[in-house]
């Protein structure tokens, strides 16, 4: 067929009215002019684009290699398009509260760490067997080292020193609702490959609402460093790379990482995926929940691995009793108050694993926390 970006233009133009791309960035002189020739046709088709990007146009493909044969596409967007700064000096992902457990990311690499990712391992696992898996995913697979119940485990090398790509971490992040990530050094611009893998695994991890745990070889604001580096970096051919949109895309990456910390992202995620299938079953149960069963269900709840639950993670757990029971997940904070005062919650509202299995543990748990009622029976 020859050049085949007509063709997709033409689809493009048919199916679609209005086009809406999310961080365009430009890092390569085949993507450059592969976009100047491409939007070239859908502007002049009259297709209506709506993009968002860390640079305004003048500044795309900033420092790359024949940048002038760019510099047209550019004078394009300026001419057809209208630029909105909305440059703020609020970053509204830091604005929640970081959990209080702060067990998601886990520095330094010593042995104490990696004593605590093991034990956060086998309690979201639920202490099951844990097996290598293989995802197959459009003719490619990816192999999981260490997985179990939902949760995978990797190193850094697995991930970001592989050939693996977004839909890659897409997948991975489909499969799997809590994602451990182990061994992550002190990330530079002389990374840059396994720096922009990082990156797009945590845009997967962060849109799919996945539990990230990492442990690292430094705190999480020293995680990537990039001063005292020129603006680009050299290839194995001895080409220069720009690297200018890499900086700017890793503010974006350490403001997720930190939401994603955050006890309300925690809170969302569990709310979105099931950590634990077998406990939500006895919801609706008349059966007896055994203290084994009790305690999975309270580190199912708590989300954020820090030995008590607090009033969104109860709230949580309610939620999901009322979804079981009643097909809703409207809870009024009345229900939540009876709950928190029959676990016997201390002063900061916590309420702690033994006062949690003191309620729960053998009991009938469809009746343990009926609002306005008592449990009946021995």
């Known amino acids: 067929m020859g050049d085949p970006v007509p063709y997709l233009a033409y689809e493009l133009i048919c199916e679609t009215q209005v086009l809406l791309l999310d961080e365009v960035a430009v890092t390569d002189v085949a ?37 002038a044969s760019f510099l047209p596409f550019i004078d394009d967007l300026e001419l057809r398009c209208e630029t909105l700064d909305l440059g703020s000096q609020i970053d509204y992902r830091m604005l929640a509260q970081v959990s209080r457990g702060a067990r998601m990311f886990l520095t330094p690499l010593n042995d104490q760490t990696t004593v605590q990712v093991q034990e956060l391992f086998e309690d979201f696992t ?22 179990a119940a939902g949760v995978a485990k990797f190193s850094f090398a ?27 050094p002190k990330l530079t611009l002389n990374m840059i490959n396994q ?36 603006t680009g970096v050299s290839d194995k051919r001895g ?63 708590d989300v954020d691995a820090s030995g008590v639950l607090e009033r969104p993670e109860i709230r949580l757990l ?8 009643k097909g809703h997940r409207n809870v009024l904070e009345e229900e939540v108050d009876f709950a928190l005062e029959r676990m016997g919650a201390n002063a900061d509202g916590e309420v702690s694993k033994y006062a949690f299995l003191q309620v729960v543990a053998d009991r009938k748990f469809s009746k343990v926390l009926r609002f306005g009622g008592e449990e009946t029976g021995s």
């Open 239 to 301: 080409d220069i790379i720009d690297t200018s949109d890499e900086v700017f895309a890793f503010d974006r990456t350490l403001s997720r990482l930190k939401e994603m910390s955050a006890h309300e992202y925690l809170i969302s995620a569990a709310s979105s995926r099931r950590y634990n299938d077998t406990a939500l079953l006895l919801y609706d149960s008349d059966s007896r929940i055994s203290a084994s069963e009790a305690l999975a269900l309270f580190k199912a709840c």
């Open 31 to 67: 993507d450059a002019l592969m976009l100047r020739k491409l939007f070239r046709r859908l502007l002049h088709a009259g297709l209506v684009v709506v993009a968002t990007s860390n640079r305004a146009p003048a500044d795309l493909y900033l420092n790359g290699l024949q940048r």
């Open 126 to 147: 639920g202490g099951r067997k844990t097996t290598q898996h293989t995802l197959q995913l459009r003719g490619r697979h990816v192999d999981i080292p260490l997985a």
């Open 158 to 184: 697995d991930l970001c020193g592989s050939p693996l790509g977004a839909e890659d971490f897409l997948g991975i992040a489909s499969a799997y609702h809590t994602v451990f990530l182990t061994a992550v």
């Open 195 to 230: 720096v922009r893998r990082f990156i797009t695994l945590v845009d997967a991890f962060y849109d799919k609402r996945v539990r990230l745990i990492i442990a690292a070889e430094v705190p999480m604001d020293q995680l990537f460093v990039s001063e005292g580096v020129a």
């Open 318 to 325: 309610l939620e999901n009793v009322c979804e079981r029971q």
